[in-house]
C-alpha cells in the first residue's frame, strides 16, 4: 500500500522535476535552425543545434554521390552561421528548409531567383530574367534568359515563373502576398512573363520585390509532387525533396547531421552569363553546435566564409590572421535592420507621445553598441530609413533633423517636468496619478545582444524617472505576446531585409493599422496596435508614388513617426554578418575594391558574383 | 482465487490508475505553459507574408494540423487514441520528424550514460561500504564522512563544478555534447574515443554520488545485520569468521539488489539535469529544448517514456516480491 503511494508520488515527483528543469538556467538552449532570417536574427551567443542525437552509423542520406568521403580543402568553400541543427528537408515549400533552401535571402545556390538584389545599391541585377520593364502602370513585362535550364536539363521557361508564382495564389506559402496586389502571371512566349497588377491595389515596390525573392521552381518536378498530395499543403510540406532540381550553379552532393555540402554542376547554364563557373567545386556548410565553435573554426580557417555574430572580430585580425570584414573600420558591417522596441499604446503612461520621447531621448546608444553590439552599430539616427545611401534618399534628412532625438538624459527629465510628472518619494514619476511604471520590456531569453541591450534601456530609464523591468521569456511566449499585445514595452525586428519594398514595408510594419487586429487577437505588425489615419492614408499612397513626391510622402511619414514615437530603433543590425578568412580562398569582395559585390555572404543575391572573382 | 493472484490483480488495478494519471499530466501539463505552440515553425513560414489573412490561416493550419485546435478533452482522446498504435506524434519544433524517432535516438546516450554509471556505482559503493562496515577503523573513519559528503551533493551541482575544473579551467575533456562534432557516427578508433572523452565528465558526477549512496546503505545495513542475534549465537558456536561474513553480507545485500531494480527502473529520467548540463544528447537536453520550444509532443513524449519506465520497473520488483519475498507473502495471507 504504501508503496503504491510512493510510485504515484515518485511519477507525479519525476513530471514536476521535468518542468522545474524549465527553469533551470544552463548550457543548452533552443535551437535555431534558421538562425539567420532576415532581422529576425538571434545572436544565438547561446544556440544549440536542435540536437543531433543521431545514434552512431545513421542519420547520413546521400544526396547525390552517397559517401561521405571528405572534400579537398582547397576546392571547397566552406560557410557557417546559417544551420544550426539537423537538416529538416530540402523542400521549399516546406517553410522549414535547411541550408541552402531558403526563402527570404534570395540565396542562388540550387534555386535561383529571376533578379539579384544587390545591397549595396538597391540594384537589381540580371539573372534568370535578363530584363524588366514597366509597360503601362499596371503590368511589368520580364524578359527571361534563354540559355537558362533545369540541372536535369530541361529548358527554363516561362510556365516554371508562372507556375512557381501561382503555388502562392494556391497555397499559404511565403510568396503568397504577393497575390494581395498582383490579379496575374501569363506567360508571353517562351521567354517573356507579364504580371498585372490589382486595378484596385497597384503597388509596384512588392511586385518589383517579388522577381528578386521568390526561387524560381521546376514545374515538371513540382507538379507530380503536388498530385501526389492531392493537392494539400500539409502533404507537400512532408515532402523531403532530397536533390532538389534547380537552374542554379550547385547541386546536392552529401549531407548528414554535421554538415551539408554541394558541388558545383559543371553544365550550369550560367556559364554564359558570367563567362565562368564558380571557382568553388564544393561548398560546405559545417552544422556546428553553438557560436564559439563556429568562430574558433574559422579563426582556424576551417570556414571561408562566416554569417556569425563575432565579438570583437577585429582581434581576429590583430593577430595576423587573413581576416577581413566589408569595411575595414568600425561598424565593420552594413546595417540592414534596425531592431527596435515598441510601445503598447493601450497602457497607462505609455500612451503619451512625451514620455515615450522621454525614454527614447534617456536611452544610451553608443553603450548599447559598444555592449550588445560589439560596436557593429554605427551612431544612432533615428528615422524609417537605414542610415545607408539607397535608403536615406527617401527622405529629405534636413527636414527631419530638428524633429531626430539623440541621447539627452537632461533634455529627457526636463521634457518629463513640462508634461507635469513629478517624481514621487521612490524617484518614480508620477504623472496625471498614474505611476511611470513598472513596465514590462520584453524579449526572447537567449538572445544575448537583445538582452543586453534591454538591460542598458531599463537602466537609462532610471535615470529619468520611469521604471521598467526586463523580462525574458521564452522564444514562443514572446511571440504569442507580441501579437496578442500582451506587453507593455517589446522588442522585434521590423522588416528587417534588404529588399526593393523597403523602406515601405518597414514603415507599414511600425505604423499601418488597418488589418491589425486589436488586443487580445493576433496581429502580425504594429504589435503597439498604433493608430493614425494620415500615416495610414501615406502608407497606401507611397507604392504607387513617383521620385520627388515618393520622398515628399516618406518625409512626411517619418515627421509623424518621430512626433509620435510609435517605436524606438535600438541599434543597426547588419542584413547578413559577413567576414572572411582568405588563407584558403583570396579575393573576396570588400568595400571599395571597385567591384561593387554586395556583403552578401558569397551566395545570396548578386553577392553570389564573389564566387566567380575569387581564388587559391 | 489463490492469495497471488488476488495479490497480482490488485497491483495491476493499482499500476493501471497511476498510469492513467501519469498520461494525464503528461498530456496536461505542458498545454499550461503559456505561449503559442505553433509559433516557432509557423513564423518561418509566414516569412514574407504581409497580409493578416494568409498569416492567420498559416496559424491556423498549423493549429489544425497539429491538433491544438480542439478542445481540451477531445485532445486527451486522441492522445489516447495515438498511444495505443505506438503514434507519440510529430513534433511540433523539428517539424516533421516523428517523436518516436528522436527519443529513439536519445535513449541510447542516456542508457548508455546511466548503466555504466548506475553498476559501476553499486558495485564500487557495496564493496566499500561492506569493508567500511566489517574493518571500522581508520578506513571507515575516513570513508563514511567522505561518502556522507559526496552523497548529499546533488549531482546536477557536482556536474557544474566538474565541468568548471576539468573542462573549463584545465581543458581536460570536452565540456558538451556527445562526440566531437565535426565528426561523423561511424565505428572507428578515433570516434569510440572521442564519445569516450565526453562521455567521461556527466559520467563522473553521476557515478560519484552513486557510490557514496549506495556505500552509505552497505555500511549501515551491514552494521545492522552484524549486530544481529544470530551473528552472536554463530560466533558462539565457534563458527568461521568469514563464513559468518558471507551470512551477514548476503542479507544486508536484499535491500541493496531493490535499489539496484529501482534504479534501474529510474535509469531514462535519472541524469535528466546532468544531461542539460553537459548538452549530452540524451532524453534529458531533449527534454529541455522541448520545454522552450513548447513542443508538446515531445514533452510528452519524454515525460511518457520517464514515467513508464518508473512504473514497470517498480511493478515488476512488487510482482517478483510478490512471489520471493516472505514477508509480503505472510501479509497476503492475513488478507485472505
Redesign the interface.
Known amino acids: 500500500m504504501r ?2 503511494a510512493i ?2 508520488m ?3 515527483l ?2 514536476m ?3 522545474l ?2 527553469c ?1 538556467n ?6 535555431q535552425t ?1 538562425a539567420q ?2 532581422g ?1 536574427q538571434t545572436d544565438s551567443a547561446s544556440s ?1 543545434p ?11 542520406r546521400p544526396g547525390n554521390a552517397g559517401d ?1 568521403k571528405e572534400t579537398p580543402r582547397n576546392e571547397t568553400l566552406y560557410i557557417n552561421g546559417l544551420q544550426w ?2 537538416p ?2 530540402f523542400n521549399l515549400l ?3 528548409p535547411a541550408f541552402p533552401i531558403n ?2 535571402n534570395s540565396r542562388e545556390l540550387i534555386y535561383e531567383t529571376l533578379f539579384m538584389i544587390n545591397m549595396n545599391d538597391g540594384k537589381l541585377e540580371p539573372l534568370l530574367g535578363s530584363s524588366y520593364t514597366w509597360t503601362d502602370d499596371k503590368t511589368l513585362r520580364i524578359e527571361l534568359n534563354k540559355d537558362a535550364k533545369w540541372s536535369d536539363g530541361q529548358p527554363f521557361t516561362s510556365d516554371d515563373v508562372v507556375y512557381t508564382y501561382k503555388l502562392g495564389q494556391k497555397y ?6 504577393y497575390w ?1 496586389y498582383i490579379q496575374d502571371v501569363a506567360a508571353d512566349g517562351p521567354n517573356a512573363v507579364k504580371i498585372t497588377m490589382k486595378p484596385d491595389n497597384p503597388n509596384k515596390l ?1 511586385v518589383t520585390e517579388s522577381i528578386e ?1 521568390i526561387p524560381m521552381l521546376p514545374k515538371h518536378i513540382w507538379e507530380p509532387i503536388e498530385q501526389k498530395a492531392g493537392n494539400d ?2 502533404a507537400i ?2 515532402e523531403f525533396n532530397p536533390n532538389p532540381v534547380g537552374t542554379g550553379p550547385y547541386k546536392m552532393y552529401f549531407y ?1 547531421d ?1 554538415k551539408i555540402t554541394l558541388i558545383r554542376d559543371d553544365n550550369y547554364w550560367g556559364k554564359a552569363l558570367f563567362g565562368k563557373l564558380p571557382a568553388p567545386k564544393y561548398i560546405t556548410h ?4 553553438d557560436n564559439a ?1 563556429g568562430d574558433l ?1 574559422f579563426k582556424n580557417g576551417q570556414v571561408d566564409v562566416s554569417q556569425q555574430f563575432t565579438p570583437q572580430v577585429w582581434k581576429m585580425w590583430e593577430g595576423g590572421a587573413p581576416i577581413k570584414t566589408y569595411l575595414k573600420d568600425a561598424p565593420y558591417y552594413l546595417p540592414g535592420s534596425m531592431p527596435s522596441i515598441f510601445f503598447n499604446m493601450s497602457k497607462k503612461g505609455l500612451d503619451n507621445a512625451s514620455v515615450r520621447r522621454a525614454i527614447a531621448m534617456a536611452i544610451d546608444y553608443k553603450k548599447i553598441s559598444q555592449l550588445a553590439m560589439s560596436g557593429y552599430s554605427a551612431d544612432m539616427k533615428p528615422s524609417l530609413t537605414l542610415d545607408t545611401p539607397s535608403e536615406s534618399q527617401y527622405v529629405d534628412q534636413a527636414a527631419i533633423k530638428p524633429l531626430q532625438w539623440t541621447t539627452d538624459v537632461d533634455g529627457a527629465n526636463k521634457l518629463l517636468d513640462s508634461i507635469g510628472a513629478k517624481k514621487g518619494k521612490d524617484g518614480i514619476r508620477v504623472l496625471n496619478g498614474q505611476r511611470l511604471g513598472p513596465y514590462d520590456l520584453e524579449c526572447p531569453y537567449g538572445w544575448s545582444d537583445w538582452n543586453a541591450a534591454l538591460e542598458i534601456v531599463a537602466q537609462n530609464a532610471k535615470a529619468i524617472g520611469i521604471e521598467i523591468r526586463t523580462k525574458f ?5 514572446w ?2 505576446d507580441l ?1 496578442t499585445g500582451k506587453f507593455d514595452i517589446i522588442m522585434n525586428t521590423p522588416a528587417g531585409n534588404v529588399t526593393p519594398s523597403n523602406p515601405w ?1 518597414r514603415a ?1 510594419t511600425i505604423m499601418y493599422s488597418k ?3 486589436p488586443i487580445g487577437e ?4 504594429n504589435w503597439g496596435r498604433y493608430k493614425n489615419p494620415q500615416a495610414d492614408e501615406i502608407i497606401e499612397k507611397i507604392p504607387t508614388a513617383q521620385g520627388d513626391d515618393a520622398k515628399k510622402l516618406y518625409t512626411e511619414l517619418t515627421k509623424i513617426w518621430l512626433t509620435d514615437v510609435p517605436s524606438v530603433p535600438l541599434m543597426y543590425r547588419p542584413w547578413e554578418f559577413y567576414t572572411v578568412n582568405e588563407s584558403v580562398w583570396k579575393g573576396f569582395p570588400v568595400d571599395g575594391d571597385g567591384s561593387n559585390i554586395p556583403p552578401q555572404i558569397a551566395i545570396d543575391g548578386a553577392g553570389i558574383k564573389a564566387l566567380y572573382q575569387i581564388t587559391n | 482465487m489463490n492469495a497471488y493472484t488476488k495479490y497480482f490483480v490488485k497491483k495491476t488495478a493499482w499500476y493501471l490508475v497511476t498510469l492513467l494519471i501519469a498520461l494525464l499530466l503528461n498530456f496536461l501539463l505542458p498545454r499550461l505553459i503559456e505561449g503559442n505552440p505553433v509559433s516557432a515553425i509557423a513564423s518561418q513560414v509566414t516569412q514574407g507574408m504581409t497580409d493578416s489573412d494568409s498569416i492567420k490561416k498559416v496559424y491556423e493550419n498549423f493549429m489544425r494540423e497539429f491538433g491544438v485546435d480542439k478542445p481540451l478533452y477531445v485532445q486527451f482522446g486522441i492522445y489516447l487514441r495515438h498511444l495505443f498504435t505506438g503514434d507519440l506524434g510529430t513534433s511540433f519544433g523539428l517539424y516533421p520528424r516523428k517523436v518516436s524517432d528522436i527519443l529513439a535516438s536519445a535513449v541510447p546516450w542516456t542508457v548508455g550514460l546511466q548503466l555504466p554509471a548506475i553498476l559501476v556505482g553499486w558495485i564500487l559503493g557495496n564493496v566499500l561500504g561492506a569493508v567500511a562496515a566489517y574493518r571500522r577503523g581508520v578506513f571507515d573513519k575516513v570513508l563514511f564522512p567522505a561518502a556522507l559528503f559526496v552523497n548529499s551533493i546533488p549531482f546536477f551541482t557536482l556536474a557544474i563544478i566538474l565541468l568548471y575544473l576539468l573542462g573549463i579551467t584545465l581543458k581536460w575533456f570536452p565540456i558538451s555534447g556527445g562526440y566531437d562534432f565535426q565528426m561523423v557516427p561511424h565505428f572507428g578508433l578515433d570516434f569510440i574515443g572521442s564519445v569516450i572523452r565526453h562521455h567521461t565528465l556527466p559520467f563522473l558526477s553521476i557515478v560519484l554520488v552513486a557510490i557514496g549512496g549506495q556505500a552509505i546503505g552497505m555500511r549501515e545495513m551491514s552494521l545492522y545485520e552484524l549486530n544481529a542475534d544470530y551473528v552472536l549465537y554463530s560466533k558462539l558456536l565457534g563458527i568461521r569468521d568469514s563464513r559468518v561474513a558471507r551470512y551477514v553480507f548476503k542479507n544486508a545485500m536484499l535491500p541493496q539488489i531493490t535499489g539496484l531494480a529501482l534504479s534501474i527502473g529510474t535509469m531514462v529520467g535519472g541524469s535528466l539535469i546532468c544531461e542539460i548540463v553537459f548538452s549530452y544528447p540524451g532524453i534529458g537536453t531533449w527534454l529541455f529544448t522541448a520545454i522552450r520550444q513548447l513542443d508538446y509532443p515531445l514533452i510528452s513524449g519524454c515525460t511518457l517514456l520517464i514515467a513508464m519506465t518508473v512504473l514497470l520497473a517498480n511493478f515488476t520488483i512488487e510482482i517478483i516480491y510478490g512471489i520471493v519475498d516472505p514477508r509480503i507473502k505472510a501479509a497476503q495471507m492475513e488478507e485472505n
Open positions: 508503496r503504491n510510485t504515484v515518485l511519477a507525479g519525476l513530471l522535476m521535468s518542468m528543469a524549465a533551470s544552463s548550457q543548452a538552449s533552443l535551437s534558421n532570417t532576415g529576425k544549440e536542435a540536437g543531433t542525437a543521431s545514434a552512431p552509423d545513421s542519420g547520413s561521405a541543427g539537423a529538416t528537408n516546406s517553410g522549414n526563402y527570404g499559404e506559402i511565403n510568396w503568397t502576398s494581395d512588392t525573392l499543403l500539409a510540406r512532408k548528414n554535421q559545417v552544422i556546428y553546435k565553435a573554426a521569456p521564452e522564444q514562443p511566449v511571440n504569442n501579437q514595408n507599414r488589418g491589425v487586429a493576433m496581429a502580425f505588425w
